[in-house]
């Protein structure tokens, strides 16, 4: 069963920064596109960014130029560096990994960012 554990979220004033982590362990088989989510107060989980074992990545308009995806596919690590960051970030962030053997998502970690 693959676990993923994501850390590194908390409180930040706006135009602060943070960075996420999401380690994956259980898993026998390479892990494929990582993905990172996050589900804002009161409204449905939308997709962030994401990076391919290649390296790869694609971003949400709403943080393009802000986040930067990245990935040490040798401790299937996955990272998020949010720069400039705004309230409207303000969110529960999720990881979402897959292998062979199905989709895996993370706990989540929340951010909140204040104004």
């Known amino acids: 069963q693959v676990q993923l554990v994501e850390s590194g979220g908390g409180l930040v004033q706006a135009g602060g920064s943070l960075r996420l982590s999401c380690a994956a362990s259980?898993?026998?088989?390479?892990?494929?596109?990582m993905n990172w989510y996050r589900q804002p107060p009161g409204k449905q989980r939308e997709w962030v960014a994401g990076?391919?074992?290649?390296?790869?990545?694609n971003y949400a308009d709403s943080v393009k130029g802000r986040f930067v995806v990245s990935r040490e596919n040798a401790k299937n690590t996955l990272y998020l560096q949010m720069n400039s960051l705004k309230p409207e970030d303000t969110a529960v962030y999720y990881c979402?990994?897959?292998?062979?053997?199905?989709?895996?998502w993370g706990q989540g970690t929340q951010v909140t960012v204040s104004s």
């Open positions: 979402k990994a897959a292998n062979v053997l199905g989709t895996y």
């Open positions: 259980g898993t026998r088989f390479s892990i494929s596109a």
């Open positions: 990076i391919t074992p290649g390296g790869s990545t």
